[in-house]
């Protein structure tokens, strides 16, 4: 036995030394290049679930919206579509820095919201959404507010099996972190504490400020990334705590490094980088930051603010090394273990059906008409779905470059919809919306709020597609379905 070990190990040593490849390391994924989300990108968090990129991200009004991509590089042309509405004049508006938490088989939709008034900062307060089920695109409905005071930021920490929500609120003249224990992803059970204050210079650039939140675990360590300084200077970046001692709700337990561990990189043109989140690669090899910034250093704390995401790496002492922003526009290797193609359209079909909007013809004219017909694949049937920055899309045929269009911007049931030049008015600008059933959409019109609609639910190739007032029925809600 001992002559047979002593070959093996005599095989191995030369194997080594002859230079024999080690096992190949997981593929990257598929190209990308920043920025990840250029429409409403501000405080940015993406979730991998299922096979699915899932990003969410402020949208200053009433509405949250989801984009879902099999690839990271196809977040960038993802739809937007809206899985919640304010729904109370005390947290109508004024949607910021929604996160998406999974527990217990289901979804938690972590928001600060507020009243619509001129003075809307005041106003601002912690609330949180549960799925109805297992799947990030909701539904939704209302669980809770979490706390009775002003707070930014949310999120949540899981220790030793129990809970916490994080934020940023008020104290003693700065915006400080704090924690509260969680009986359950949408109650407190107790106060809240602070855990960290702006001290240092670099923390206090513009505004002493501390917010941002974002847990980071590895190899049994739990650090607290955080941002730091004005979010309307250049000079907004990130901070580490490290959970040093054994009680979360303990400023005592947490440490602080003394230096930023992510900032400005001005010969790449970032600036302001920020309120980030952490996501894991498919294959769960590589870790990654998600990110907003500017591009200028004269851009302030607004919707110019564009998502960005990077790979980042890890120091022998099993701290977090982010690396240094890189760059718009640069190409990057996707996150390791992507088997997908990067989408580069959707087709829309029918739920009742299973046929594709189609432009009769593969006509280029103005007013050629949108029907379904049975899914073939070819362009007709392919269409972009071009975010305009104001929580609606235009759909654009691949074939003829024009965009979906209410005839006539009519209000009436059962006025056509057809294809026509971009006219960039609201009769072209629809809103995709999930519905109840969950895993489908209402595509509707921003400007009459009706629906697209399969005439009569006929089931037939070349049945009309128009608008019509939202009835819930299978005929009105569609899938998008990524072609490559």
């Known amino acids: 036995m001992a002559r047979r070990l002593l070959t093996l190990l005599s095989a191995l040593l030369l194997a080594l030394a002859l230079g024999q490849p080690s096992p190949a390391s997981a593929a990257e994924g598929r190209p990308y290049s920043n920025p990840v989300k250029a429409q409403k990108g501000a405080d940015p968090w993406i979730s991998y679930h299922e096979g699915n990129y899932h990003l969410v991200s402020t949208s200053w009004t009433d509405v949250i919206t989801i984009r879902k991509s099999p690839t990271l590089a196809g977040l960038s042309t993802a739809p937007s ?38 003075d809307y900062n005041p106003t601002q307060r912690v609330h949180v959404l549960q799925s109805a089920g297992s799947d990030p695109m909701g539904p939704y409905t209302y669980r809770n507010q979490l706390g009775s005071g002003w707070m930014l930021d949310p999120s949540v920490l899981t220790v030793g099996g129990q809970m916490y929500l994080l934020g940023s609120a008020s104290g003693g003249g700065t915006q400080n972190l704090v924690i509260a224990p969680m009986s359950n992803p949408y109650t407190l059970s107790g106060s809240f504490s602070t855990i960290s204050t702006p001290t240092y210079d670099w923390e206090r650039s513009g505004g002493t400020v501390n917010e941002g939140a974002e847990v980071l675990q590895r190899g049994g360590k739990t650090f607290v990334v955080y941002s730091a300084s004005g979010c309307w200077t250049p000079d907004y970046k990130l901070g580490q705590l490290t959970l040093t001692g054994s009680n ?67 120091n022998p002492d099993g701290t977090p090394n982010l690396g240094t922003p890189v760059a718009l526009g640069t190409t990057l290797a996707g996150p390791s273990g992507e088997t997908a193609a990067t989408p580069a359209a959707y087709t829309v079909v029918s739920r009742a059906t299973g046929k594709c909007l189609d432009v009769s013809g593969a006509s280029t004219a103005d007013g050629a008409d949108v029907r379904q017909w049975t899914c073939d694949g070819s362009a007709k049937q ?103």
């Open 81 to 118: 579509v809206q899985v919640w509405q304010g729904d109370a004049a005390s947290r109508c508006c004024n949607i910021w820095a929604p996160e998406l938490h999974y527990s217990g088989g289901r979804w938690y939709l972590y928001y600060v919201a507020g009243r619509n008034i001129a």
């Open 248 to 314: 979360p709700l303990s400023a005592s337990s947490w440490t602080k490094k003394s230096t930023p561990v992510f900032q400005r990189n001005d010969s790449a043109g970032v600036y302001g980088p920020g309120h980030n989140g952490f996501f894991t690669s498919p294959d769960g090899a590589e870790s990654w930051i998600v990110y907003h910034a500017n591009d200028s250093a004269s851009d302030g704390c607004d919707n110019g603010r564009t998502a960005r995401a990077q790979k980042f790496s890890w």
């Open 382 to 484: 392919r269409w972009r779905v071009e975010d305009r920055g104001d929580d609606t899309s235009r759909l654009v045929n691949v074939s003829s470059g024009k965009v979906l269009d209410t005839a006539d911007c009519s209000a009436a049931d059962g006025a056509d919809l057809r294809q026509w030049t971009w006219l960039d008015n609201t009769c072209q600008r629809f809103r995709l919306v999930t519905t109840e059933a969950g895993g489908w959409v209402r595509i509707v019109n921003q400007a009459t709020g009706k629906v697209a609609d399969v005439a009569d639910c006929s089931t037939a190739d070349g049945a009309d597609v128009r608008q019509w007032t939202w009835l819930d029925n299978t005929c009105q809600q569609f899938t998008l379905v990524p072609v490559t």
